[in-house]
Structure formats: C-alpha cells, structure tokens
C-alpha cells in the first residue's frame, strides 16, 4: 500500500485516536469529507475563540493534511465551519496557522497554476489567479497581522480563502471543465 493509500485508508476509518508513544500525546486524526459534502460549500463563521482548543483544531488539521497528502487545508474540509487555513509551505518556511483570513487587496497581474483539493485526490485542472495578495488574519493566538503573499503561496490562500466562503474550487473552472472533471470524479468514486 502506497503512503497516499494508507492515509486514505485511516480518513475512510471516520475519526480516530492515535497515540505517540515516544512524547505520550494523543493526536485526533480528522477524516477529510469528500466532495460533494456539503461542508464544501458552506460558508465558514468567524472565530471568536483563541484558546487550547483552537490550537488542537490546528494541530489536527495538519495532520490530516499531511496524511492526504496536501499543502494546504481548512477546517471546513474536515466538516467543521470554522475560518481556520493550515498551509506547509516552503515559500513560507513551512507550516503557518491562519484565522480568520481575508483578502485586503489582489494585483491585476495573474498566473495560472494547476489546482486541486484533499477533498477530491487525484483530480486536478489550471486555473488563473491574481499572482499577488494582501491579507489579513489573526494567528492562533488571536493576534490580528498583515501578510503579503506572491506566487504559490497568493495561489493556495485564495484557494483556501475560497473554501472558507463556501467556493469549492471546481466553481472557478468553465461549465465544459466542471462537468468533464464530476463525471470522471464519478467514475472513480464508484
């Protein structure tokens, strides 16, 4: 069994425990929802909360994220409707914990990259989108910062931006590609 079909395996358990035996922590493994789940199109709520538990959502979502694998997640795609990104980035230096992002500001210079989502593995499709943005967020600790984003990094904010307003990213293609794109998502869903 491939890496990739292993972490597919444990999301297909539901949620579960898993325990570290070497640092004796308990980690919660999130099952990641398939699209068409109705999270996925959900508009997320704001968080209000910074405490433990936001920083545990965090932590799962990262592994959940690793497992699939994937560079980017959002709560909701773990069917919980909250604004909370998690990206692994090296254009970042690895992983950064976003909440509540939004964006301030975008250029009207673009790119074009290939796109897809850890609630749908295996399928991809180009999409184009501003090359730069401005955002705003709060970290995990709830303290409010500005960040300017370029390159893959602008590209998997807005992805994840989009996610958390209830876009899934299949909205931003032609009616021609969505629909090529769900009948083979079909096909290997069976």
């Known amino acids: 069994m491939t890496d990739r079909k292993a972490g597919q395996a444990r999301h297909s358990q539901g949620s579960q425990t898993a325990r570290n035996a070497r640092f ?31 920083k545990a959502l965090a932590d799962d979502l990262h592994v959940a994220m690793t497992a699939a694998p994937g560079v980017g997640i959002t709560a909701a795609h773990c069917g919980i409707l909250q604004r909370v990104v998690v990206l692994d980035l090296p254009e970042l230096g690895g992983r950064r914990d976003y909440v509540n992002p939004e964006l301030v500001s975008v250029s009207d210079e673009t790119m074009e990259h290939t796109e897809g989502s850890v609630s749908m593995p295996g399928m991809t499709d180009t999409l184009v989108r501003p090359r730069q943005v401005d955002i705003r967020y709060r970290t995990i600790d709830g303290v409010e910062m500005r960040e300017t984003l370029e390159g893959f990094s602008a590209i998997c904010m807005q992805h994840e931006i989009d996610q958390l307003d209830g876009i899934f990213w299949i909205q931003r293609l032609s009616r021609l590609k969505r629909e090529r794109m769900l009948k083979k998502w079909g096909k290997q869903a069976r």
Do not use: E, K, W
Not at 25 to 54: H, K, M, Q, W
């Open 24 to 54: 004796q922590t308990t980690v919660t493994v999130l099952t990641i929802r398939r699209y068409p789940d109705p999270a996925l199109n959900s508009r997320c709520a704001d968080v209000t909360v910074f405490d433990a538990g936001l």
